[in-house]
């Protein structure tokens, strides 16, 4: 497919802001093309489509061999985006991702050598097998889109997309992601294990080709911001933004947590909420796109308060006793 062609497309139809209609067809293509690959799982790739077209990070948490670099390499290539990925490792230096300045013989002068993290999609496998210190390399670049080396800010180039992966599971040789790291992600994902049927399908899939290799892009990088531009412009009622702001707020006076959502938290829900109502071909967001989104932008960054009975509870069902106590407006 001629990408130059796809993003001239876009342009003619959207003048100078790509329609509703427009990037809602746009965004249901690109979870069709990801699914023809990462089969089974067309929830996950839904929700990592909107955190996209809402400019947030993921973090899938995951047992090993479920596909979550299939699923980096599939979006990437759906986009035809520039695709780099990082293996976190415990000897790994924050240089090594965002680059480092050094001398040119030739020039006489310093320069910059830019690290993987100058990318559009990157893929941090393992995040927390890296140190804190190595993890913290991120932080800006997930927040700000930019790295500062040597006093020096180098900015990113958009869209950028982080795809980060930790293994609940191999616990020896790892470092918890601090709670700012874990805020700086829209939304966690589990994948889970294909069912019966799906499985086979993918036995069948994978017996001749990579079916990686039959990808094709279905979007430009350039069509992605002008759609993150329009997610922007999804209207939220004055209520409804007093409605999800009272849904954050009972998070942090929930009985058993030391930390509710933060105000980081309110802006991915509102993000996320407005992502979902694009998608279904809207302009304004509903109460209920508040509930769905808030079942997955908020369960992650709650902190449990430590001896106490509510220790084992699960953060989902503190956050469903939140949908239920917080009232919908009319």
Do not use: W
Not at 179 to 190: N, T
Not at 286 to 300: C, F, Y
Not at 304 to 313: E, I, L, N, Q
């Amino acid at each position: 497919m001629d990408v130059t062609a796809l993003a001239s497309e876009t342009r003619t139809s959207a003048g100078n802001g790509v329609s509703i209609q427009d990037a809602a067809a746009h965004l249901r293509d690109l979870v069709r093309n990801v699914s023809r690959v990462f089969i089974g799982k067309e929830l996950v790739v839904k929700d990592a489509v909107l955190a996209l077209a809402s400019g947030g990070h993921i973090l899938v948490e995951d047992v090993p061999g479920l596909g979550k670099t299939l699923l980096a390499k599939a979006i990437a290539r759906s986009l035809h985006a520039d695709f780099k990925r990082i293996q976190f490792t415990a000897d790994l230096l924050p240089s090594d991702v965002t680059g480092v300045t050094i001398f040119s013989q030739e020039k006489h002068e310093f320069t910059f050598r830019r690290g993987p993290v100058f990318t559009n999609v990157l893929l941090s496998d393992e995040i927390n097998r890296a140190t804190p210190r190595t993890q913290s390399s991120l932080l800006e670049a997930m927040e700000e889109h930019s790295v500062t080396v040597d006093g020096v800010r180098h900015g990113l180039d958009a869209p950028f997309f982080v795809i980060a992966t930790q293994n609940p599971v191999e616990l020896e040789g790892t470092y918890p992601l601090p709670f700012a790291q874990m805020d700086r992600f829209m939304i966690r994902l589990s994948i889970g294990y294909l069912d019966r049927a799906n499985e086979i399908e993918l036995l069948r899939q994978q017996q001749v080709e990579d079916p990686l290799a039959q990808i094709e892009a279905v979007m430009t990088c350039d069509a992605l911001c002008e759609i993150q531009q329009a997610v922007r412009q999804v209207a939220v009622e004055d209520s409804l933004a007093g409605y999800l702001v009272d849904i954050v707020q009972s998070t942090r006076d929930a009985d058993g947590l030391e930390f509710g959502a933060s105000p980081r938290g309110s802006l991915d829900l509102q993000r996320f909420s407005q992502a979902r109502a694009l998608l279904e071909g809207r302009d304004y967001v509903l109460p209920d796109d508040i509930k769905q989104s808030a079942r997955i932008i908020l369960p992650h960054r709650l902190i449990t308060r430590k001896g106490t009975r509510a220790v084992s509870v699960s953060a989902f069902a503190v956050i469903d006793h939140v949908l239920d106590a917080v009232p919908v407006p009319v």
